[in-house]
């Protein structure tokens, strides 16, 4: 059976492999709308970011929706975070 461990949500592993689009941008969607605490654009960015580049075509919608919502600085802040992501990953 597949293990989902989001205690750190940077080290989302699904069955031992790095999480996939769906989970990534659902990743997004829960940090968009507070799930887990307050609403965090700059992180529902990155997620949504890491998913659209794995192919996810929702979260191509969601961080365009987000971004609108965004500065520049917290767009620039969540790409940064992406590419931090994808080098540890």
Do not use: Y
């Not at 989970?23 to 940090?31: A, T, V």
């Amino acid at each position: 059976m597949a293990r989902l461990d989001l205690g750190n949500s940077d080290l989302a592993i699904m069955g031992g492999q790095p999480a996939g689009p769906d989970i990534l941008l659902q990743m997004g969607l829960d940090c968009a709308c507070g799930r887990h605490g307050s609403t965090d654009l700059v992180s529902a960015h990155k997620w949504f970011n890491l998913a659209a580049m794995k192919g996810n075509s929702d979260a191509v919608r969601h961080r365009r929706d987000i971004a609108e919502e965004m500065s520049r600085a917290e767009i620039a802040e969540a790409q940064r975070a992406a590419r931090e992501w994808l080098s540890l990953n």
